[in-house]
């Protein structure tokens, strides 16, 4: 019913810049919260940012001052720009979305996309 599909991962140098986009699409009546999201291997998925349909945002201590989540509601897409990369940043990279499906009962479910490879090497 709804997909996200996320783009925007690669290979990046220390210290160097990327940025993820995510777009929703399907039967979508409205999207709450979107997220970024991130696992890396041996290790649990941990929260990278959100952001509410109002443009409020919360960011994992790690990432604040380098990331900056934003999201273009016309378009159903989040986008997380990511600065002054880190080896530790290495991970998959997953979006989520909180969304009201365009149904008669309006139903709200959370949605994954299938994730981004972030590689930060020198």
């Known amino acids: 019913q709804v997909q996200l599909v996320e783009s925007g991962g690669g290979l990046v140098q220390p210290g160097g810049s990327l940025r993820l986009s995510c777009a929703a699409s399907g039967s979508i009546f409205s999207i709450d919260a979107m997220g970024w999201y991130r696992q890396a291997p041996g290790k649990q998925r941990e929260l990278v940012a959100t952001?509410?349909?109002?443009?409020?945002?919360n960011y994992a201590d790690s990432v604040k001052g380098r990331f900056t989540i934003s999201r273009d509601n016309a378009k159903n897409t989040v986008y997380l720009q990511m600065n002054s990369l880190k080896p530790e940043d290495t991970a998959v990279y997953y979006c989520n979305a909180g969304v009201v499906i365009l149904t008669p009962t309006r139903g709200f479910n959370h949605y994954w996309g299938q994730g981004t490879q972030v590689t930060v090497s020198s």
């Open positions: 952001i509410t349909s109002g443009g409020n945002t």
